[in-house]
T-cell receptor, first 117, second 111 residues
Framework: DTGVSQDPRHKITKRGQNVTFRCDPI?????LYWYRQTLGQGPEFLTY????????KSRLLSNRFSAERPKGSFSTLEIQRTEQGDSAMYLC???????????????FGSGTQLSVL | AQKVTQAQTEISVVEKEDVTLDCVYETRDTTYYLFWYKQPPSGELVFLIRRNSFDEQNEISGRYSWNFQKSTSSFNFTITASQVVDSAVYFC????????FGSGTKLNVKP
């Protein structure tokens, strides 16, 4: 297993366009997280899944953002009607969490750098 | 709401010095996990250490050690005999199912 992979690495789009990012987690990991990071800041939580169920979504996230994880494997994050303020690094991470071992550490992908012009 | 404070924005040390990175968090949860991550200039976040809230025994792993005090909600991280390759941004990340990241401490290790 090569770790968490994200596609694309970079995305440049015009304001108002829709964009979609993909994340392939480590195969045996049951949890998948999306974070957003801007320069000089720590990662900001967006949403997370346990298997195919989306368990939580940040209240800061507008309804232009949606995420899916069909079949509990890969995940997609879509941003509709992009705005310049959406420009950021979008990070995906996965972890293995179970009752007997608690919360496992996050393994991060390299991220998708979004630039909205 | 959970909150993480890393009061040190940037620290500069000379190689071989020890350095401690501070982290204070707020929570009403009684059971949780604590993590430290490193983000080198290359950008990818790397896991360093994990601690659970119900075991306050402090540990050492190689050049890394940590001091967890539940009573003060602090989880400090120490690098012993720092090296230039330790230069990075370090994030404290308590986890209450989802992970909360502090704003990070940028560590500069000079030769």
């Amino acid at each position: 297993d090569t770790g968490v992979s994200q596609d694309p690495r970079h995305k440049i789009t015009k304001r108002g366009q829709n964009v979609t990012f993909r994340c392939d987690p480590i195969s045996e990991h049951n949890r998948l997280y999306w974070y957003r990071q801007t320069l000089g800041q720590g990662p900001e939580f967006l949403t997370y899944f346990q298997n195919e169920a989306q368990l939580e979504k940040s209240r800061l996230l507008s309804n232009r953002f949606s995420a899916e994880r069909p079949k509990g494997s890969f995940s997609t994050l879509e941003i509709q009607r992009t705005e310049q303020g959406d420009s950021a690094m979008y990070l995906c991470a996965s972890s293995l969490s179970a009752v007997h071992r608690g919360q496992g550490e996050l393994f991060f992908g390299s991220g998708t750098q979004l630039s909205v012009l | 709401a959970q909150k993480v404070t890393q009061a040190q924005t940037e620290i500069s040390v000379v190689e071989k010095e020890d350095v401690t990175l501070d982290c204070v968090y707020e929570t009403r949860d009684t059971t949780y996990y604590l993590f430290w991550y490193k983000q080198p200039p290359s950008g990818e976040l790397v896991f360093l250490i994990r601690r659970n809230s119900f075991d306050e025994q402090n540990e050492i792993s190689g050049r890394y050690s940590w001091n967890f005090q539940k009573s003060t909600s602090s989880f400090n991280f120490t690098i012993t005999a720092s090296q230039v390759v330790d230069s990075a941004v370090y994030f404290c990340a308590p986890s209450f199912n989802k992970f909360y990241f502090g704003s990070g401490t940028k560590l500069n290790v000079k030769p």
